[in-house]
């Protein structure tokens, strides 16, 4: 047999053997001609682990440009169900009861209506398959940031008279780093399903509009170290889910706003460069551990923009005004249970601090959903409700115009004041707002007018006072 040492240069594969295998690994154009492999020897690569990274590197290349989700629900799934439990009859009928009392409790203390769904005790599993396509959605753009980063740094590591042999590894690069932003958030949202004890726990609509939903195998754990009764528990935290699944059905355009102002957050994340380059000069398709650890970390996200700590600030008021009512709402309903309170704190408590699982989805796509403000909502919404009572309170969720402000978490007395005039039926005052209304309608008038006579084409004049509060 001929050694390596005794080949000719004849025997070596030239410049432009190279670039065609190249072109046909990264392109997805079949495999390499085994005497190309033979001569690879030669320059001391392993043909077997060339065969190895080709097989991976087309595998990547075989989908479309998107991101292939299908990854995040296999390992969310896998993780959610490795302990394989699913609901008792006993547990499920524990539920179903709380549930019923629950909404004839909450029915008293709000005059947003009954959801028509039954609400119902799901598996961690479940929960996975429900909220992976409002998770999916959060984190596209920081995905696409992502892989659009992987690729350029790939072609900015590339001298200009090889770029046209590696033609298809800016989608290779786009695909390998959508696939492991994908695993990575799989995991995260399987390690949620751990921990997360309702559908509306994390604070954003990540159930289906009017679902509200329990998981007891995470209930169990919530109320272990508590030292309450666990029919009293549930019932709180029945009302809870409820109240929080009947404000996003009655405000159709609340989840919507929640989501845009997410997403807002999210397109604005963008990748340090930096730190992609020097990872993409020392990429590894067969072993992508490195490129991994810093999705995972956090560590290709830099510091938040003005922008995003503007658009996170609005976030958490947003939040805070959602969970601040949810609170309101629930302590006026479950005043008959002896250990409300204490149930309420805790859970306050929780969502303040958060658990692992949120803490690894802050890192992947650099948000973290924290009602920061909730005490101070939760305070306006009590004395929003012991000034003008739960219909007047409730009415603020009908338009999204309507809705308390930050301002109106610091300083309640001005929402309360406009409120009250409202049902006075007094007008309130006129803002910029009214001015430019007026102006508009001013404007149209004008141009409606009878060319032929110079009058305005209607009769009597309509009104121009300010909108309705």
């Not at 001391?44 to 629900?73: E, F, N, T, Y």
């Not at 961690?124 to 398959?129: A, L």
């Not at 029945?238 to 929080?244: G, S």
């Amino acid at each position: 047999m001929t050694d390596d040492a005794d080949r000719t240069g004849d025997d070596l594969p030239g410049d432009d053997d190279l670039a065609e295998m190249l072109r046909r690994m990264l392109g997805g154009q079949g495999g390499i001609d085994p005497d190309q492999l033979r001569q690879l020897s030669g320059m001391g690569i392993d043909p077997a682990m060339m065969q190895s990274i080709m097989r991976q590197l087309q595998a990547a290349m075989a989908g479309g440009d998107g991101v292939d989700w299908s990854a995040a629900k296999t390992q969310a799934l896998h993780i959610a169900n490795r302990d394989g439990l699913g609901i008792t009859a006993g547990a499920r009928t524990e539920f179903d009861q709380a549930f019923a009392l629950a909404s004839l409790w909450l029915s008293e203390a709000t005059t947003i209506g009954e959801l028509a769904q039954t609400p119902r005790p799901i598996t961690r599993g479940q929960w996975v398959e429900a909220t992976l396509p409002v998770w999916q959605e959060l984190a596209e753009p920081v995905a696409t940031s992502i892989s659009d980063a992987l690729m350029a740094a790939l072609e900015s590591q590339t001298p200009e008279e090889m770029r046209p042999a590696i033609e298809g590894a800016g989608r290779l690069m786009r695909r390998v780093g959508g696939a492991l932003f994908a695993g990575q958030l799989g995991a995260v949202i399987g390690k949620l399903s751990l921990e997360v004890v309702s559908g509306g726990d994390v604070g954003i609509p990540l159930m289906p509009t009017g679902e509200a939903a329990i998981l007891p195998q995470n209930f169990a754990d919530f109320g272990r170290d508590l030292e309450i009764e666990e029919d009293q528990l549930a019932l709180v935290l029945a009302t809870r889910e409820l109240a929080h699944a009947r404000l996003f059905r009655h405000a159709k355009w609340l989840r919507l706003h929640v989501i845009s102002q997410v997403t807002d957050f999210a397109r604005g994340v963008h990748v340090d460069t930096d730190a992609l380059e020097d990872l993409a000069s020392r990429f590894d398709p067969s072993s992508p551990d490195e490129l991994k650890a810093a999705i995972e970390s956090g560590a290709l996200l830099p510091q938040r923009s003005e922008a995003q700590v503007a658009a996170l600030t609005r976030l958490e008021n947003l939040l805070a005004t959602i969970e601040g009512w949810v609170d309101v709402v629930t302590a006026d309903a479950t005043t008959r249970v002896p250990s409300a309170d204490r149930i309420a704190e805790a859970v306050r408590r929780r969502r303040a601090v958060g658990g692992p699982a949120e803490q690894a989805m802050a890192s992947l796509v650099g948000l973290e959903l924290r009602p920061r403000r909730l005490r101070e909502a939760a305070a306006m919404w009590r004395a929003v409700t012991d000034a003008v009572g739960s219909a007047a309170r409730d009415g603020l969720w009908d338009y999204p115009d309507l809705m308390p402000t930050a301002e109106d978490i610091d300083e309640p007395a001005g929402l309360i004041a406009r409120l009250q005039a409202r049902q006075r039926g007094e007008e309130p005052e006129r803002d910029a707002f009214d001015d430019a209304l007026e102006a508009l309608l001013d404007e149209e008038a004008g141009g409606q007018d009878d060319p032929t006579t110079g009058d305005a084409a209607g009769g009597d004049d309509g009104p121009t006072g300010p909108r309705p509060v």
